[in-house]
C-alpha cells in the first residue's frame, strides 16, 4: 500500500487493522492478492457514510475472525481499544446495563450486581448531562504510529499518550513490553486508583482507608439502589450509612450521605410503582400515575448510565484522579443537584398519593402544581397531564355518547344498575364528589353530569334515537393528547366552552323532545286547572253534580258512579276543550275510608302520570298535589256551604216575616255567616292570588328560561313547596292548619245548626198557616173558626215554640263563641308565624280590630309585631 497521510486520522485506523488482522503476515507470507484485497475492502468500509461508529464495528469483525481453538495473543490487548466505543455511545440505563463477558475488568468488586438486562433510552429529563460534558473535547488526532516504531524513554510516553488520546495510548503501551513497563511507573492504572489498602501498624486497628475513587463507584450503585462496599442501608432507620471502619475524612463522609438520598429517594419512589403497577384494582389513572413515574426514572437511568459510562471509561484508561475530566464525589454533586430535586418532588407526590385513586388521585397531584418553583410545577404539570388522561377520556365518552366504563370506579360520576328506568333522571346518576378533580369546579362537574345524564335520558326513556352527533355541533376525540394540555392551559376558556357547548345543545334537545312530543307544559298546566282548581267553572259544577252522592257515608260510594258525573261536568263546561290526552289521564280517587266519614272526606281527583313525564311530576309531587286538592276542596266546600247559608237567609226572612218573635234568632245567624264569610272569603283570596296564582307565574317564567331538565323539577318542585307552607299544609304549620280546620267544622255545625232552626221554624210557620186557612175555610162555611179547645191547643204548641227560641239564641251564642275562640287563636298564631304573607292575613282578617279587642294576647302580639316592622 502506498504511504499514508501521516496526518490523517484514517491512517491510524489503517494501521490498527491492519495490525489486528495480521496484513503484515499476510504480507510477509507472500500473499499480496490478499493483501490488495485487504486495502480494498478498507476503502469500502471508510467510504460508507452511514457507519458512524467505526471502531465498534471493527471490533465486532475481529471478533468474528478469531479462532477459538486459538490461545489469546497480543491481538486481545486491542479489544480494550475497541470497547472503549461501546460503553461511550450506550444508551441503556445502568440499573439494566450489562457488560461484554470479553471485556477485561480492570476493578473487582460489583461485577454480580452490575450484570443486569439492557433497558430502552429516554427522550429528556434528568438524563440531560451528556458524555461530551464529562470528557471534554475530544483531542485532535495525532500522528500514526507504525507497528515497529521505536517509542521514547518512560518520559516521552506521557507526551505520546497526550498526543495519541487517551485509549489509543493505553492500548498501544500495554501491546509493547518496554512501554508497558515504564508507563506502569509514570501512570496509575485502574486497579491502583480503586484499591482499598489496609492501614500500617501505627494506624487505628480494624479500620480502612478507602479512596475516594471506591466511594464514587459506591454511590453510583446506591444510585440504583443497590448496596456498595462501603455504603449499605440500613434497615434500623432505613436510611444509607457509611461503613464505620472506613476511615475517611468528615467531608467525604459527609458528601457521600448527601448522595446517598438519591439513592433513598429511587428506593421509595421504585418501591411505590413496582407494588401499584401490579394492583388491577388501583385504575387506569393509578397505572397513568406510575407511567409517569416510571418515565421520570427512566430519564434519571439515563443520567446514571452516562455516569457509569465516564467511570468506566475512566477505569480502562487509567486517568488520574486528578485530571479534570475524572469523576469525585464534589462533582457528583453538583451534577445530580437537579435530578435530586425531581426526585424529591416525586418522592413528596408518592406520599401524598398513598391510599388515592381516580380522581382523588388526580387532586393529589394537582395540588403540588401550586408551587413557586417553576421546574417543580413544569414536572407536576408534565406528570399530572398524564395522570389526567384517562380522567378526560372517561369524561369525553360521557359526554358525548353517553358511556360510562368505569371498571375501578375512578371517574367522579357514578352510575346505579340496580335503579329501574322510571327514576334514571333522579337516582341513577350521581357525583362521586370524593373523585372529583381540583381542576374541575363543581358547576363543570353538574354540567357533565347534567350531559351524559340528558343522553341516556333521551335513548333509554323518551326513545329518542337521534345521534349525538346531531345534538352536538363539534365533538372532539378523547383520544388526543393535546386535550390534557388544553385542560391545563385553558380551564376557564377552551376545556369551558366544550363543556358548555355540549352542554347547551345536548339539554335544548332534551326539552325540545318533551315539550312538543311528550307536552310537557300542557300536563303543568292541567295540573294548575283540575288539581289546584284553577278551571273554576268546571269546579263549581262538579260540586254541583256531585253534592248528592258525597253526602252520602264514604261506604256507600262506588268509584264508576263518580268517574261518570266526572266526564258529565267535563262534557258541560269548558274542559271539553283540552286535549285528550289530558282528559283522558283525569280520574277519580277516593281516599281511605274513616268511620264517620262522608264522600266529601273521601273524594279526591287524579291525574295519571307515565313515562318522561313521571320524571317532572314524580310520586312525591303527586302526593303534594293531592294533599293541596283536599285543602282546596275542602276549603271549596266551605264557601259552597256558605253560600247555601246565604240563599237560605235570604229567601227564608221572607217566608218568616209573619213570625216577629223569631227576628232575633234570624238576626243572630245572620251575623254569625257574615263573620264566617268574610274569614273565608279573605282565605280563599290569600290562597288563590298570593298562593296559587303567585305561584304560578313565578313557576312559568322559571320554567320558560329554564336551560335544561334539571331547572325544571328545582322550579317545579319550588312551586309545590311555596303551596305547601304557605297552604299551611307543612310541618311547621301544623298548628296553624288544625285551627283552620275547627273554623270549616264551625262553618259546617253552623249550617247544620241552622238547618235544624229552619226547619223547626219552617214546621211551625207551615202549621200556622194550616191553622189560619182552616180558621178561613170554616169562617167562609158560616161556621166558628175554631173551638176554644183548639184554641187552647194553638196557644199552647205556638208557647212551647216561642219557649224553645231562647235554645236557638243559646246554641248561636255557644257556636258564636267557640268561633270567636278559634279564630282569635288563628290569629294569634299568624302573628307570630315567620313567614310576612301570614303575618299580613292577620291584618285582613281583623280588618276592624274586633278579635284583638277580645284577646289581649293577640294585642300584645300585634304590638310586638308593629314595633318589630317600624325597626326593620
Known amino acids: 500500500m502506498a504511504a499514508p497521510d501521516q496526518k490523517s486520522p484514517n491512517v491510524l485506523l489503517q494501521n490498527l487493522c491492519c495490525r489486528i488482522l495480521g496484513k503484515s503476515e499476510v504480507t510477509r507470507q507472500r500473499r499480496e492478492a490478499d493483501a490488495a484485497l485487504f486495502s480494498e475492502l478498507h476503502r469500502k468500509l471508510h467510504s460508507q457514510g452511514v457507519l458512524k461508529n467505526k471502531w465498534s464495528i471493527l471490533y465486532l469483525l475481529l471478533s468474528l475472525s478469531e479462532d477459538p481453538r486459538k490461545q489469546p495473543n497480543k491481538v486481545s490487548s486491542y479489544t480494550a481499544l475497541f470497547a472503549q466505543a461501546l460503553p461511550r455511545d450506550a444508551h441503556s440505563t445502568p440499573y439494566y446495563y450489562a457488560r461484554p463477558q470479553s471485556l477485561p475488568l480492570n476493578y473487582q468488586e460489583r461485577s454480580a450486581q452490575s450484570a ?266 408534565h406528570i399530572l397531564s398524564l395522570v389526567s388522561r384517562p380522567v378526560l377520556s372517561f369524561l369525553y365518552r360521557w359526554i358525548y355518547d353517553g358511556e360510562l366504563e368505569d371498571t375501578y370506579h375512578e371517574f367522579f360520576v357514578a352510575s346505579d344498575p340496580a335503579v329501574k328506568t322510571d327514576r334514571l333522571w333522579h337516582d341513577k346518576y350521581t357525583l362521586r364528589k370524593s373523585m372529583i378533580p381540583s381542576f374541575l369546579t363543581m358547576a363543570q362537574c353538574r354540567k357533565v353530569l347534567l350531559i351524559g345524564k340528558s343522553i341516556n335520558f333521551l335513548h333509554q326513556v323518551c326513545h329518542d334515537q337521534t345521534p349525538t352527533t346531531k345534538m352536538i355541533a363539534v365533538t372532539k376525540s378523547a383520544e388526543s393528547p393535546q386535550d390534557a394540555a388544553d385542560l391545563f392551559t385553558d380551564l376557564e376558556n377552551a376545556f369551558q366552552g366544550k363543556i358548555d357547548a355540549a352542554y347547551f345543545e345536548t339539554s335544548k334537545h332534551l326539552l325540545d323532545v318533551l315539550n312538543k312530543k311528550y307536552s310537557l307544559l300542557d300536563h303543568m298546566q292541567a295540573m294548575r286547572r283540575y288539581l289546584l282548581l284553577g278551571q273554576g267553572d268546571f269546579i263549581r259544577h262538579l260540586m254541583d253534580l256531585l253534592k248528592p252522592e258525597l253526602v252520602r257515608p264514604a261506604t256507600t260510594l262506588y268509584q264508576h258512579n263518580l268517574t261518570g258525573i266526572l266526564e258529565t261536568a267535563v262534557r258541560a263546561t269548558n274542559a271539553q276543550f283540552d286535549s285528550p290526552e289530558i282528559l283522558k289521564r283525569l280520574d277519580v280517587r277516593l281516599l281511605e275510608v274513616s268511620p264517620g266519614d262522608t264522600g266529601w272526606d273521601v273524594f279526591s281527583l287524579d291525574y295519571h302520570v307515565d313515562g318522561p313525564i313521571a320524571t317532572v311530576f314524580t310520586r312525591e309531587c303527586m302526593s303534594h298535589y293531592l294533599r293541596a286538592f283536599n285543602f282546596l276542596w275542602r276549603a271549596k ?86 303551596v305547601i307552607s304557605r297552604c299551611l299544609l307543612d310541618t311547621d304549620s301544623r298548628a296553624l292548619l288544625n285551627q283552620l280546620r275547627a273554623v270549616f267544622d264551625q262553618v259546617i255545625e253552623l249550617q247544620s245548626t241552622q238547618d235544624a232552626i229552619y226547619r223547626a221554624a219552617l214546621e211551625e210557620l207551615q202549621r200556622r198557616l194550616q191553622f189560619a186557612e182552616k180558621k178561613q175555610q170554616r169562617e167562609a162555611e158560616g161556621q166558628w173558626g175554631v173551638t176554644a179547645a183548639e184554641e187552647e191547643q194553638e196557644n199552647r204548641r205556638v208557647q212551647e215554640f216561642q219557649e224553645s227560641i231562647p235554645k236557638m239564641c243559646s246554641q248561636l251564642r255557644i257556636l258564636t263563641h267557640f268561633y270567636q275562640g278559634i279564630v282569635q287563636q288563628f290569629l294569634v298564631l299568624l302573628t307570630t308565624s315567620p313567614d310576612e304573607s301570614l303575618r299580613f292575613l292577620s291584618f285582613r282578617l281583623d280588618f276592624n280590630e274586633h278579635y284583638r279587642a277580645r284577646e289581649p294576647r293577640l294585642r300584645v302580639s300585634l304590638g310586638t309585631r308593629a314595633r318589630r316592622g317600624s325597626h326593620t
Not at 164 to 190: E, F, I, M
Not at 267 to 274: E, L, P
Not at 290 to 307: D, F, G, P, T, W
Request: charged letters at 20%; one cysteine or more; glycine letters at 8%.
Open 116 to 381: 443486569q438486562s439492557a433497558g430502552s433510552a429516554g427522550s429528556s429529563g434528568v438524563s440531560s448531562l451528556g458524555t461530551y460534558a464529562l470528557n471534554g473535547p475530544t483531542p485532535p488526532p495525532p500522528p500514526a504510529l507504525l507497528p515497529g516504531q521505536p517509542l521514547q524513554a518512560p518520559g516521552v510516553g506521557d507526551g505520546l499518550r497526550q498526543q495519541l488520546g487517551s485509549r489509543l495510548a493505553w492500548t498501544l503501551t500495554a501491546s509493547q513490553p518496554s512501554l508497558q513497563s515504564t508507563t506502569s511507573k509514570a501512570v496509575p492504572n485502574s486497579v491502583s486508583r480503586s484499591t482499598v489498602r489496609p492501614k500500617r501498624d501505627g494506624d487505628a486497628g480494624g479500620s480502612v482507608e478507602v479512596t475516594e475513587a471506591a466511594l464514587v463507584r459506591d454511590i453510583l450503585y446506591v444510585f440504583q439502589g443497590i448496596d456498595g462496599r462501603h455504603v449499605k442501608m440500613s434497615s434500623a432507620d432505613s436510611s444509607y450509612r457509611v461503613d464505620g471502619k472506613a476511615n475517611l475524612s468528615k467531608s467525604l463522609r459527609d458528601t457521600a450521605l448527601r448522595l446517598a438520598e438519591l439513592g433513598w429517594l429511587h428506593n421509595k419512589i421504585r418501591k411505590y410503582t413496582d407494588q401499584r403497577s401490579l394492583d388491577r384494582s388501583f385504575g387506569l389513572v393509578g397505572q397513568s400515575f406510575c407511567a409517569a413515574l416510571h418515565q421520570e426514572l427512566k430519564e434519571y437511568y439515563r443520567l446514571l448510565s452516562v455516569l457509569r459510562s465516564q467511570l468506566q471509561l475512566e477505569d480502562d484508561q487509567g486517568v488520574n484522579l486528578g485530571l479534570e475530566s475524572s469523576l469525585t464525589l464534589r462533582r457528583l454533586l453538583v451534577w445530580t443537584y437537579d435530578p435530586k430535586m425531581r426526585l424529591k418532588t416525586l418522592a413528596a407526590l408518592v406520599d401524598h398519593c398513598q391510599g388515592r385513586k381516580g380522581g382523588e388521585l388526580a387532586s393529589a397531584v394537582h395540588a403540588y402544581t401550586k408551587t413557586g418553583d417553576p421546574y417543580a410545577r413544569s414536572l407536576v404539570q
Open 637 to 722: 266546600r266551605v264557601e259552597y256551604i256558605l253560600t247555601d247559608i246565604r240563599k237560605g237567609h235570604m229567601c227564608n226572612a221572607r217566608l218568616l216575616r209573619s213570625m216577629p218573635e223569631f227576628s232575633g234568632v234570624l238576626h243572630h245567624c245572620h251575623v254569625l255567616a257574615s263573620e264566617m264569610v268574610h274569614f273565608i272569603h279573605q282565605m280563599q283570596y290569600y290562597v288563590t292570588f298570593e298562593v296559587l296564582e303567585c305561584s304560578w307565574d313565578e313557576l312559568w317564567n322559571r320554567v320558560q328560561r329554564a336551560q335544561d331538565l334539571d331547572h325544571i323539577i328545582a322550579a317545579h318542585e319550588a312551586f309545590l313547596g311555596t
